[in-house]
Every structure is written in structure tokens, then in C-alpha cells.
């Protein structure tokens, strides 16, 4: 078994389709297509199902393909810790952020991370925060930058408060409230919201401050992105709450401060095992040991 057939048949998944896959490996397709099937007769099973119209993963290759990335991270890995050793910072760079990420400015710490060390590979996923930790914890992500309740703290990760804020109110210039410099959830309360999805932990601190007013709202359009969030908005179909060292992000909307504001708090996470060479440098580019807790 050979590390570039994992590579293989992790590009074959990836793309359902040899052809891509050979593209994608810089092979020509029967070379991608014979180290595939030479790996299957040493497995003693079939890693693809074949058709003319798709290629899936067997239950076998179910199996392997998750082992399979294991041992290409590992051996990634491996070449990035000989060449720290001698003083070289290569490898991957793998980065989550939530889409309102304010503490830190991402795209330009990534461009003097790509500055200072270019033979890095760097890669960014926005999502929720639930889902950039998750990434974290299972080794699909190097380091994530998080929003969450006060009250929350991440699992399973080693981390670092970055900021801490409150949610604001955002409304069109013509809403009936866009006059007010101050209001309660209780005026709120009859407004349509355009907010995120339920059971993220964004959701859940809107959820919660209107909980604790003790008044109920109507969430009509749940969004994963703030800025389509801001279209409906503008639009005078709904209000929203998003925090406020963000709302200048957003142009031609108006922010209103609440009386009873939820609190977010920033935190940027890594794993609680040693750090890779490249995400140890990214947290040394922004300041932080990676031996916070």
C-alpha cells in the first residue's frame, strides 16, 4: 500500500469521477486507474462502485477513505516537522472562521502569514461555529475563529479570547424605528427576523436573550450569510441582530442599540494535541503562544 494510491482514491472520492481525479493528480487517467485497482486486489475488495454515469464509494471504501486522509495528513505532517527542524515552515494551513469574524482582520493576517512563509498552503472555510470546532477537534482544521455566548466556553480544543461585544439591532433607514438610539427586545418583539439558522450558536444567542426578556419573535428567513441577511434588510422584510463591531460591514442599513443586548464573545481555537509548524506561526503571527489553554 502506497501513499500516492491513498492519494488516488481520496481524489476519486472527492470528485466522483476518474477523469477529474486524474487531472486533479497530474496523471493520466489508465496510470490513476490501474494503482487504484492494483490497491483493491491487496484490500481484497472493491473501494469504487463503476457505472457509466457515476463512480460512489463501497461500503469498503466508506472504511478506507477516512484512514486514508489519517495517513496522507500524517505523512504531511511528518515532511513539515523535518523541515522546521531545519528552519523551513512548510505544509498546510487550514483555517475556519464564522462569516461576522470582527477581531481580527483574517484576510490581511493571512496575507503576512503567505508573506513570511510561502511554501504554506493556506485554505479558509467559513461556517458556523459549532461546525469550525468540530473541525478542529477531528484534525480537518488547523485553527477557527469562533463566536459564542459569554456563558459558552469550546471543548476540546486549546484557545484564546480574542474580543468581546454585544449584538445590535439592524434596520432599514425607513423602518419606524430607525430614529431610535436605544430599544428593548420588548419593542422588538413584533418584528419579522431575518436571522441564522436554528441550532447554531449564533441562533442560540438571540434565542436566548429573548428568552430571558421573557417575549417571543418570529424568525421568517433564516440565512447563513450576513450579507444576504442585510439584502432582505434593506428590503424592509424583516430586522435582524448581529454584533456591532459588524454592522459598519454592512452599507445602507442602520444599527440600534439594545437596552438588553446579548453579548457574543470572539475566540480563536486550535488543537489541544502540538500544533502543526504552519499553525503554530500563524498564532505567532497574531501574537499568541500555542500554549494558551
Known sequence: MELQQMRYVVAVAETSNFTRAAEQCLVVQSALSHQIARLER??????????????????????????????????????????????????????GAIPTVTAVDL?????????????????????ASEELAEGVRQGALDAAFLGLPPEVRPKG????????????????????????????LRRLADEPFVDFPSGTAARAQTDGAFAAA?????????????????????????????????????????????????ARVEHLIWSRFRPSPAATAFLSTLGIAAGDR
Open 214 to 262: 421573557g417575549v417571543r419573535r418570529e424568525v421568517a428567513f433564516e440565512i447563513t450569510a450576513p450579507d444576504f441577511m442585510a439584502r432582505l434588510i434593506r428590503q424592509g422584510l424583516a430586522i435582524g441582530m448581529l454584533p456591532a463591531a459588524f454592522a459598519d460591514e454592512l452599507p445602507g442599513l442602520l444599527s440600534i442599540r439594545l437596552s438588553d443586548a446579548p
Open 107 to 127: 484576510p490581511t493576517a493571512l496575507k503576512q502569514f503567505h508573506l513570511r512563509h510561502r511554501a504554506v498552503r493556506i485554505s479558509l472555510r467559513s461556517g
Open 157 to 184: 480544543v486549546r484557545g484564546h479570547e480574542l474580543a468581546r461585544g454585544d449584538l445590535v439591532a439592524m434596520v432599514a433607514p425607513g423602518h419606524p424605528l430607525a430614529d431610535e438610539e436605544d430599544v428593548d
Open 42 to 95: 491487496e484490500l481484497g475488495a472493491r473501494l469504487f462502485d463503476r457505472t457509466s454515469r457515476r463512480v460512489r464509494l463501497t461500503p469498503a471504501g466508506e472504511a478506507f477513505l477516512p484512514a486514508a486522509r489519517q495517513a496522507l495528513d500524517a505523512a504531511d505532517r511528518a515532511r513539515a516537522e523535518v523541515a522546521a527542524a531545519a528552519g523551513e515552515i512548510r505544509g498546510r494551513l487550514a483555517i
